[in-house]
């Protein structure tokens, strides 16, 4: 059982930036691929980024490329998500995840993961 769990969402005007943080609870994220999805209200849960658990790959959503840029530290306590040059239609919860088994792949459909946190807010105002 893993338990992530995600930080750093807030307000943020338009063109502004936020970092968010993937931990898990209790554990380091080592060993784990992370990813980060996001849903809009009325909307349906997408893919934003994803790194495999060596950090020697990542996934983007052509949404958020050249833009977003997903990391993890050398400790492997956490998973970032540094988002620039924010739009109003980036504004959704913010989840990160993780795959039941260790995997070099970079998993970007939802289904692939097993393990999810509850969430952070981002809402980027015009």
């Known amino acids: 059982q893993v338990q992530l769990l995600e930080s750093g969402g807030g307000l943020v005007q338009a063109g502004g930036s936020l970092r968010l943080s993937c931990a898990a609870l209790?554990?380091?994220?080592?060993?784990?691929?992370i990813g980060w999805f996001r849903q809009a209200p009325g909307k349906e849960r997408e893919f934003v980024a994803a790194?495999?658990?060596?950090?020697?790959?990542?996934a983007y959503a052509d949404s958020v490329k050249g833009r977003f840029t997903i990391s993890r530290d050398n400790a492997e306590k956490t998973v970032y998500l540094q988002m620039n040059s924010l739009k109003p239609e980036d504004t959704a919860a913010y989840s990160c995840?993780?795959?039941?088994?260790?995997?070099?792949?970079?998993?970007?459909?939802?289904?692939?993961?097993?393990?999810w946190g509850q969430g952070t807010q981002v809402t980027v105002s015009s």
């Open positions: 209790g554990r380091t994220l080592s060993g784990l691929s």
């Open positions: 790194i495999n658990w060596r950090g020697t790959s990542a």
């Open positions: 995840a993780a795959p039941p088994v260790s995997t070099l792949m970079v998993v970007t459909a939802s289904s692939g993961y097993a393990y």
